[in-house]
């Protein structure tokens, strides 16, 4: 009579030293991912980090956008932090000829105040019955560039100037800026455009210092 044939359940086999064990079934084999691919839940949290971190580049990048334009718009000049309708006590380098010899060449009118020339270099009639709404250009002793008026109608400049160069201080109120304009140093030069704006406005209260 033939025996039964075992099952895999019954199927044993021998140790190294002759005993018999029962034989374990195989493991199922289980899938892997291909290397470098994310399944599940930490896939979806890299995509989130991902976007978030979009969005605060982009919204960090607009605020800075926005903050410099506000700037821009308070503060007239990259070289001194003059405010528009702030005043600052400046100090100007002179000669007493530069009430003849300064002049400004522009269309704009910033104001009340404008230039003696305009954009055709043609004389402008005054925009009021003297030279305290006339810009013209000055140089501080610290190297900065304006358009400012009204620096010859203070009271204290109307007396006798020194022979040479001289520095008078002033309050300088800060109208506007002038982006186009051609400045001319002497009577008998020629104006020359100026490669950047500069800051027009009013000049109070000038005087020399003793």
Known sequence: MTPPADTPDDREEEDDRGEKKKAMPPAPATATAPAGVVRGPRREFDILLRATLALFVIGL????????SGY?????????????????????????EDKMNLACASGATIGDLRCGYGADRRMQPAPGPDESRVL???????????????????????????????????????????????????????????????????????????
Request: charged share 20%; with cysteine; glycine share 10%.
């Open 72 to 96: 821009r718009n308070k503060y007239v000049s990259a070289n001194e932090c003059w405010r528009r309708g702030g005043g600052s006590l400046i100090e100007l380098t002179l000669v007493r």
């Open 136 to 210: 013209r250009p000055y140089n501080t002793t610290g190297g900065q560039l304006l358009l400012g008026a009204g620096l010859w109608s203070s009271p204290n400049m109307s007396k006798e100037l020194p022979a040479g160069r001289f520095t008078a201080w002033c309050d300088f109120e800060v109208v506007g800026v002038v982006k186009s304009v051609a400045l001319r140093w002497a009577p008998s030069g020629d104006f020359s455009p100026t490669v950047k704006a500069l800051p027009a406005g009013s000049l109070h209260d000038c005087v020399i210092p003793e």
């Open 61 to 68: 990048a607009v605020w800075v956008m926005l903050a410099a």
